[in-house]
């Protein structure tokens, strides 16, 4: 029997420890923008279990391949970035929007406020956007993002990342996450990748480097899979 | 089971990748809507009461008939061509934030009862490792607020931050404060 509309199947809370606290004191920004009263929990109404639904019609041609555009190749690394996007019960989300952005290869943002003395790349906006197919499967060809400095505190170094957003089916599923890459060295430094408190959360911010999707003589291959939340309801089945 | 990925903040770059679905006016494309058209204006600060010039706020309402733009919304009520219920804008130098849009209708509470009239708010900023999630409700619906079960379980003393106050011809001011005295009310979704 379908759950009724005003009881809908609620999402299940984040286990102990996988999603951060607001306030993380390393990450500096944190201490005047989080919430310092506690938050109040509500069951899932229709408000929550509801979303909007964005999709493959709003993604044109392209826009999963930052590397094309403006009228030239960027320069840097290519690389190629796929997944899967699964909710916590294993089960594929079909047709989700991905917006993703990053630096350049130099470690700089084509954005007003970036002040970074690195050079931009005409050939490279760093924006892109896809949507996963029946089976949750995403792709993006990119440039690898260098790294950059920021302000936080003395000698701040972010790692490379790109970041990702997704809304899934439902306000409670909503994601914007960041994706690093295997044996970068600055990530025992960065407050934002360390302020996950759960070891093994924070390691599948990670990508996998991919032999299955790598192109010989053209783009190194790295797998991210992206977990949204799942139904915490026993399938009747 | 696998576990939801971690949330990370979306950094002061946002904008490169989340400008697209910019969407200021949710009634733009639904001439046929009807309803009370409304305009909702605000400001997010910090905790020293400094305006958020590098954020982002998404809305997501139902339309005035109360149905929500959604498979799990299976109720027998109209939907309207052109009004998906989302909005997305950047906040401006000010901190502020602006949206054209239609009160939206009661939608059931877990109970089966009515809410009162909201919009689901989600912020989005650099110094955030996850969006915050609060709802805006209308001042002019004090019944309808009174007896809503979400505001119940709000402490008294803080449910007026939730309520957004006439300010103008169907204009509502409502203002979202990160942290301090003022501290708009965030939950845990």
Request: aromatic share 8%; hydrophobic share 40%; proline share 8%.
């Given at each position: 029997m379908p759950p009724s509309p005003a009881r809908p199947d609620p999402y299940r809370r984040p286990y102990w420890d996988t999603q951060p606290p607001y306030r993380?004191?390393?990450?500096?920004?944190?201490?005047?923008?989080?919430?310092?009263?506690?938050?109040?929990?509500?069951?899932?109404?229709?408000?929550?279990?509801?979303?909007?639904?964005?999709?493959?019609?709003?993604?044109?041609?392209?826009?999963?391949?930052?590397?094309?555009?403006?009228?030239?190749?960027?320069?840097?690394e290519r690389i190629l970035v796929t997944g899967r996007v699964l909710d916590e019960n294993g089960r594929p989300v079909p047709n989700a929007l991905i917006e993703v952005w990053q630096a350049n290869a130099a470690g700089r943002y084509l954005h007003k406020r970036d002040q970074h003395d690195a050079p931009l790349d005409p050939h490279f906006s760093g924006e892109g956007r896809t949507a996963t197919d029946a089976n949750g499967h995403y792709q993006f060809k990119?440039?690898?993002p260098g790294a950059y400095p920021w302000r936080n505190h003395h000698n701040a170094w972010r790692p490379q990342h790109l970041h990702f957003s997704l809304f899934g089916n439902a306000y409670a599923t909503r994601l914007v996450t960041q994706m690093y890459f295997p044996g970068d060295p600055l990530l025992p430094f960065d407050p934002i990748f360390n302020c996950v408190p759960d070891e093994r959360a924070r390691n599948r911010l990670i990508a996998a480097l991919d032999w299955e999707t790598t192109q010989p003589q053209h783009a190194l291959g790295y797998r991210f899979d992206i977990v949204l939340r799942g139904r915490d309801a026993t399938p009747m089945e | 089971m696998l576990y939801a990925t971690a949330s990370q903040t979306v950094g002061p770059y946002l904008h490169i990748g989340l400008s697209g679905l910019d969407c200021a006016d949710?009634?733009?494309?639904?001439?046929?809507?009807?309803?009370?058209?409304?305009?909702?204006?605000g400001r997010v600060t910090d905790g020293q009461g400094e305006p958020v010039p590098d954020g982002m706020v998404e809305i997501w309402q139902a339309n005035p008939a109360g149905r929500y733009r959604h498979p799990d919304d299976t109720r027998d009520l109209p939907l309207v061509p052109g009004f998906t219920g989302f909005g997305r804008v950047p906040t401006g130098p000010d901190g502020g934030f602006r949206f054209v849009t239609v009160k939206p209708g009661a939608v059931p509470d877990t109970a089966g009862g009515p809410q009162a009239p909201h919009i689901m708010v989600s912020v989005f900023m650099r110094g955030l490792v996850k969006h915050v999630a609060t709802r805006l409700y209308f001042a002019d619906e004090s019944a309808a607020n009174a007896a809503d079960g979400v505001l119940s379980r709000?402490?008294?003393?803080?449910?007026?931050?939730?309520?957004?106050?006439?300010?103008?011809?169907?204009?509502?001011?409502?203002?979202?404060?990160?942290?301090?005295?003022?501290?708009?009310?965030?939950?845990?979704?």
């Open positions: 993380f004191d390393p990450y500096v920004s944190t201490q005047l923008r989080s919430p310092a009263q506690p938050l109040i929990a509500l069951p899932h109404s229709l408000s929550e279990v509801t979303g909007p639904a964005f999709g493959a019609e709003f993604v044109r041609e392209g826009d999963n391949d930052l590397t094309v555009g403006n009228g030239g190749e960027p320069i840097g990119t440039i690898r | 949710l009634i733009a494309e639904a001439p046929e809507l009807a309803g009370q058209r409304i305009v909702i204006e709000v402490p008294a003393d803080r449910r007026a931050t939730l309520i957004a106050q006439p300010a103008g011809q169907d204009t509502y001011r409502w203002d979202v404060v990160l942290q301090g005295a003022a501290e708009t009310v965030f939950f845990d979704i």
